[in-house]
Protein backbone atom coordinates (compact mmCIF):
# COMPACT_ATOMS: atom_id res chain seq x y z
CA UNK A 1 0.00 0.00 0.00
CA UNK A 2 1.31 3.23 -1.12
CA UNK A 3 1.85 5.97 1.44
CA UNK A 4 2.15 8.65 -0.98
CA UNK A 5 -1.18 9.86 -2.29
CA UNK A 6 -1.73 12.87 -4.64
CA UNK A 7 -3.98 16.11 -3.47
CA UNK A 8 -7.12 14.88 -5.88
CA UNK A 9 -7.01 11.82 -3.47
CA UNK A 10 -5.88 13.66 -0.11
CA UNK A 11 -9.16 16.18 -0.99
CA UNK A 12 -11.56 13.07 -1.80
CA UNK A 13 -10.41 11.50 1.98
CA UNK A 14 -10.89 14.61 3.37
CA UNK A 15 -14.46 14.96 2.20
CA UNK A 16 -15.43 11.35 2.93
CA UNK A 17 -14.12 12.30 6.37
CA UNK A 18 -16.21 14.89 7.07
CA UNK A 19 -19.08 12.56 6.30
CA UNK A 20 -17.25 9.74 8.83
CA UNK A 21 -16.92 7.52 6.03
CA UNK A 22 -12.96 7.73 5.37
CA UNK A 23 -11.26 4.76 6.96
CA UNK A 24 -8.95 4.65 9.49
CA UNK A 25 -5.97 4.48 7.06
CA UNK A 26 -7.31 6.44 4.57
CA UNK A 27 -7.28 9.25 7.46
CA UNK A 28 -3.79 8.29 7.99
CA UNK A 29 -2.66 8.77 4.82
CA UNK A 30 -4.41 12.01 4.66
CA UNK A 31 -2.24 12.95 7.73
CA UNK A 32 0.52 12.07 6.10
CA UNK A 33 0.19 14.43 3.00
CA UNK A 34 -0.96 17.18 4.97
CA UNK A 35 2.13 16.89 6.10
CA UNK A 36 4.17 18.38 3.44
CA UNK A 37 1.35 20.03 1.39
CA UNK A 38 -0.13 23.58 2.41
CA UNK A 39 -2.78 23.48 -0.44
CA UNK A 40 -4.14 20.63 1.05
CA UNK A 41 -3.81 21.96 4.94
CA UNK A 42 -6.05 24.89 3.44
CA UNK A 43 -8.57 22.83 1.73
CA UNK A 44 -9.07 20.78 4.76
CA UNK A 45 -9.17 23.52 7.49
CA UNK A 46 -11.84 25.02 4.96
CA UNK A 47 -13.63 21.97 4.72
CA UNK A 48 -13.82 21.37 8.70
CA UNK A 49 -15.35 24.64 9.22
CA UNK A 50 -17.69 24.22 6.37
CA UNK A 51 -18.96 21.71 8.35
CA UNK A 52 -19.11 23.03 11.70
CA UNK A 53 -20.81 25.77 10.50
CA UNK A 54 -23.62 23.57 8.81
CA UNK A 55 -23.85 21.44 11.99
CA UNK A 56 -24.42 24.60 14.21
CA UNK A 57 -26.76 25.74 11.68
CA UNK A 58 -29.49 23.09 12.87
CA UNK A 59 -31.16 23.35 9.23
CA UNK A 60 -33.81 21.16 8.59
CA UNK A 61 -35.75 20.42 5.61
CA UNK A 62 -39.37 19.73 4.74
CA UNK A 63 -39.76 16.34 4.59
CA UNK A 64 -39.74 14.86 0.67
CA UNK A 65 -43.38 13.43 0.77
CA UNK A 66 -44.72 16.76 1.56
CA UNK A 67 -42.83 18.59 -1.05
CA UNK A 68 -44.37 15.84 -3.38
CA UNK A 69 -47.56 17.04 -1.54
CA UNK A 70 -47.27 20.77 -2.35
CA UNK A 71 -46.16 20.39 -5.63
CA UNK A 72 -48.97 18.19 -6.75
CA UNK A 73 -51.07 20.76 -5.21
CA UNK A 74 -49.14 23.96 -6.50
CA UNK A 75 -49.94 22.10 -10.35
CA UNK A 76 -53.66 21.29 -9.61
CA UNK A 77 -53.99 24.91 -8.59
CA UNK A 78 -52.00 26.28 -11.79
CA UNK A 79 -54.39 24.61 -14.14
CA UNK A 80 -57.24 25.23 -12.95
CA UNK B 1 -31.66 45.39 -12.98
CA UNK B 2 -33.51 42.74 -15.53
CA UNK B 3 -36.76 42.26 -14.34
CA UNK B 4 -37.65 39.06 -11.92
CA UNK B 5 -39.96 36.38 -13.56
CA UNK B 6 -41.89 34.09 -11.41
CA UNK B 7 -41.65 30.67 -12.02
CA UNK B 8 -44.06 28.35 -9.27
CA UNK B 9 -43.27 25.22 -11.39
CA UNK B 10 -40.10 25.29 -9.40
CA UNK B 11 -41.00 26.84 -6.18
CA UNK B 12 -41.11 23.66 -4.10
CA UNK B 13 -37.50 22.54 -4.93
CA UNK B 14 -36.15 26.08 -4.28
CA UNK B 15 -37.84 27.52 -2.16
CA UNK B 16 -39.60 24.94 0.70
CA UNK B 17 -36.94 24.30 2.42
CA UNK B 18 -35.65 28.60 3.26
CA UNK B 19 -39.38 29.39 3.85
CA UNK B 20 -39.91 26.21 6.26
CA UNK B 21 -36.56 26.77 8.14
CA UNK B 22 -37.39 30.31 8.27
CA UNK B 23 -40.84 29.92 9.67
CA UNK B 24 -39.90 26.49 12.02
CA UNK B 25 -37.78 29.30 14.56
CA UNK B 26 -40.26 31.73 14.73
CA UNK B 27 -43.38 29.11 15.19
CA UNK B 28 -41.58 26.15 16.42
CA UNK B 29 -43.92 23.35 15.38
CA UNK B 30 -43.42 21.31 13.03
CA UNK B 31 -47.11 20.57 11.73
CA UNK B 32 -47.55 24.82 11.59
CA UNK B 33 -44.52 25.52 9.72
CA UNK B 34 -45.35 22.98 7.24
CA UNK B 35 -49.41 24.16 6.56
CA UNK B 36 -47.26 28.30 6.22
CA UNK B 37 -45.09 27.50 3.51
CA UNK B 38 -47.84 25.48 1.70
CA UNK B 39 -50.62 28.33 2.49
CA UNK B 40 -47.11 30.82 1.61
CA UNK B 41 -47.10 29.18 -1.60
CA UNK B 42 -50.65 28.77 -2.71
CA UNK B 43 -51.31 32.64 -1.79
CA UNK B 44 -48.38 33.37 -3.41
CA UNK B 45 -49.96 31.75 -6.62
CA UNK B 46 -53.03 33.76 -6.12
CA UNK B 47 -51.61 37.27 -5.91
CA UNK B 48 -48.53 36.05 -8.86
CA UNK B 49 -50.76 39.34 -11.23
CA UNK B 50 -49.75 41.77 -8.16
CA UNK B 51 -46.08 40.72 -8.58
CA UNK B 52 -43.49 43.46 -10.43
CA UNK B 53 -40.68 42.27 -10.60
CA UNK B 54 -38.93 44.53 -8.84
CA UNK B 55 -38.18 42.05 -6.16
CA UNK B 56 -36.45 38.75 -6.18
CA UNK B 57 -39.22 35.08 -6.40
CA UNK B 58 -37.67 34.81 -2.76
CA UNK B 59 -37.82 38.02 -1.32
CA UNK B 60 -41.30 38.34 -2.67
CA UNK B 61 -42.51 34.49 -1.15
CA UNK B 62 -40.95 35.81 2.52
CA UNK B 63 -43.19 39.13 2.10
CA UNK B 64 -46.03 36.58 1.87
CA UNK B 65 -44.35 34.47 4.82
CA UNK B 66 -44.17 37.31 7.13
CA UNK B 67 -47.73 38.10 6.92
CA UNK B 68 -49.22 34.46 7.11
CA UNK B 69 -46.97 34.24 10.54
CA UNK B 70 -48.26 37.30 12.12
CA UNK B 71 -51.41 36.28 11.15
CA UNK B 72 -51.10 32.88 12.82
CA UNK B 73 -49.30 34.78 16.32
CA UNK B 74 -52.56 36.94 16.01
CA UNK B 75 -54.93 34.15 15.82
CA UNK B 76 -53.00 32.09 18.68
CA UNK B 77 -53.39 35.48 20.78
CA UNK B 78 -56.92 36.07 20.26
CA UNK B 79 -57.27 32.24 21.49
CA UNK B 80 -55.16 33.05 24.56
CA UNK B 81 -57.64 32.98 27.11
CA UNK B 82 -58.66 29.56 26.74
CA UNK B 83 -54.72 28.14 26.78
CA UNK B 84 -54.22 25.40 28.90
CA UNK B 85 -51.88 25.33 31.52
CA UNK B 86 -49.53 22.98 31.79
CA UNK B 87 -47.19 22.56 34.79
CA UNK B 88 -44.28 20.13 34.97
CA UNK B 89 -43.65 18.02 38.26
CA UNK B 90 -40.25 16.87 38.84
CA UNK B 91 -39.04 13.64 40.38
CA UNK B 92 -38.63 14.21 44.04
CA UNK B 93 -35.11 13.58 43.97
CA UNK B 94 -34.11 15.71 42.32
CA UNK B 95 -35.45 18.52 43.78
CA UNK B 96 -33.19 21.32 45.20
CA UNK B 97 -31.44 20.90 41.41
CA UNK B 98 -34.34 22.35 39.84
CA UNK B 99 -33.10 26.28 40.34
CA UNK B 100 -29.71 25.40 38.28
CA UNK B 101 -30.90 23.03 36.23
CA UNK B 102 -33.37 25.82 34.50
CA UNK B 103 -30.46 28.26 34.92
CA UNK B 104 -28.74 26.06 32.60
CA UNK B 105 -31.21 25.86 30.37
CA UNK B 106 -31.71 29.69 29.69
CA UNK B 107 -27.70 30.15 29.23
CA UNK B 108 -27.64 27.10 26.93
CA UNK B 109 -29.49 28.93 24.19
CA UNK B 110 -30.41 32.48 24.22
CA UNK B 111 -32.89 34.29 21.68
CA UNK B 112 -30.37 35.34 20.25
CA UNK B 113 -28.16 32.43 19.55
CA UNK B 114 -31.22 30.97 18.21
CA UNK B 115 -31.33 34.45 15.29
CA UNK B 116 -28.16 34.05 14.58
CA UNK B 117 -28.17 30.07 13.90
CA UNK B 118 -31.43 30.91 11.94
CA UNK B 119 -29.95 33.43 9.84
CA UNK B 120 -26.89 30.89 9.15
CA UNK B 121 -29.07 28.71 7.90
CA UNK B 122 -30.48 30.93 5.75
CA UNK B 123 -27.38 32.06 4.01
CA UNK B 124 -26.00 28.63 3.94
CA UNK B 125 -29.34 27.64 1.50
CA UNK B 126 -29.04 30.91 -0.21
CA UNK B 127 -25.87 29.87 -0.87
CA UNK B 128 -26.88 26.27 -2.28
CA UNK B 129 -28.86 28.35 -5.07
CA UNK B 130 -25.74 29.38 -7.08
CA UNK B 131 -25.02 25.92 -7.77
CA UNK B 132 -26.80 23.55 -10.00
CA UNK B 133 -30.29 22.54 -8.84
CA UNK B 134 -29.55 18.33 -8.96
CA UNK B 135 -26.61 18.82 -7.62
CA UNK B 136 -27.98 20.95 -4.62
CA UNK B 137 -30.47 18.19 -4.42
CA UNK B 138 -27.96 15.86 -3.81
CA UNK B 139 -25.50 17.98 -1.03
CA UNK B 140 -28.82 18.57 0.90
CA UNK B 141 -29.45 14.79 0.81
CA UNK B 142 -26.31 13.82 1.94
CA UNK B 143 -25.41 16.86 4.28
CA UNK B 144 -28.50 17.68 6.12
CA UNK B 145 -30.76 15.06 5.65
CA UNK B 146 -28.18 12.45 6.15
CA UNK B 147 -28.84 9.93 3.37
CA UNK B 148 -26.10 7.50 3.32
CA UNK B 149 -24.42 7.09 -0.06
CA UNK B 150 -25.72 3.87 -1.56
CA UNK B 151 -28.99 5.45 -1.47
CA UNK B 152 -28.57 8.71 -2.59
CA UNK B 153 -26.75 6.91 -5.67
CA UNK B 154 -29.58 4.63 -6.26
CA UNK B 155 -31.86 7.29 -6.28
CA UNK B 156 -30.47 9.30 -8.56
CA UNK B 157 -28.74 6.34 -10.66
CA UNK B 158 -25.04 7.24 -10.08
CA UNK B 159 -21.97 5.91 -9.09
CA UNK B 160 -20.10 6.58 -5.78
CA UNK B 161 -17.46 8.49 -7.72
CA UNK B 162 -19.82 10.57 -9.21
CA UNK B 163 -21.70 11.26 -6.07
CA UNK B 164 -17.81 12.63 -4.22
CA UNK B 165 -17.35 15.03 -7.19
CA UNK B 166 -20.53 16.51 -6.69
CA UNK B 167 -20.23 16.76 -2.87
CA UNK B 168 -16.83 18.30 -3.71
CA UNK B 169 -18.03 20.86 -5.84
CA UNK B 170 -20.59 21.68 -3.88
CA UNK B 171 -18.70 22.11 -0.60
CA UNK B 172 -16.03 24.31 -2.72
CA UNK B 173 -18.84 26.75 -4.05
CA UNK B 174 -20.42 26.92 -0.33
CA UNK B 175 -16.99 27.10 1.60
CA UNK B 176 -16.66 30.19 -1.54
CA UNK B 177 -19.86 31.64 -0.97
CA UNK B 178 -20.11 31.76 2.81
CA UNK B 179 -16.75 33.07 2.82
CA UNK B 180 -17.94 36.29 0.98
CA UNK B 181 -21.22 36.52 2.42
CA UNK B 182 -21.08 35.62 6.27
CA UNK B 183 -17.93 35.44 7.61
CA UNK B 184 -17.11 38.67 6.54
CA UNK B 185 -19.73 40.62 7.82
Known amino acids: MKIKIPCDEANHICDKSQ ?4 TFWEKLRLNIHLLYCKACRKYTAQNQRLTQTIQDAHLKSLPDKEKEL ?6 QELNK | MAVEELHPENWVDRYADYLYNYTIVRVNNHEIAQDLVSETFLAGLKSMKHFKGE ?3 R ?3 IAILKRKIID ?3 KINSAKGKAEVRIQFRDTENEGDWLEEQVE ?3 DKTAEDLMENEELGLAILKCLDSINEKQALIFKMKTIDG ?3 ETICNEFEITPSNLWV ?8 LAECLEANWFKS
Request: net charge positive; glycine share 0%.
Open chain 2, 105 to 107: DLS
Open chain 2, 166 to 173: IIHRARKA
Open chain 1, 70 to 75: LKERLH
Open chain 2, 147 to 149: VDT
Open chain 2, 55 to 57: ASE
Open chain 2, 59 to 61: TWL
Open chain 1, 19 to 22: YREA
Open chain 2, 72 to 74: YYR
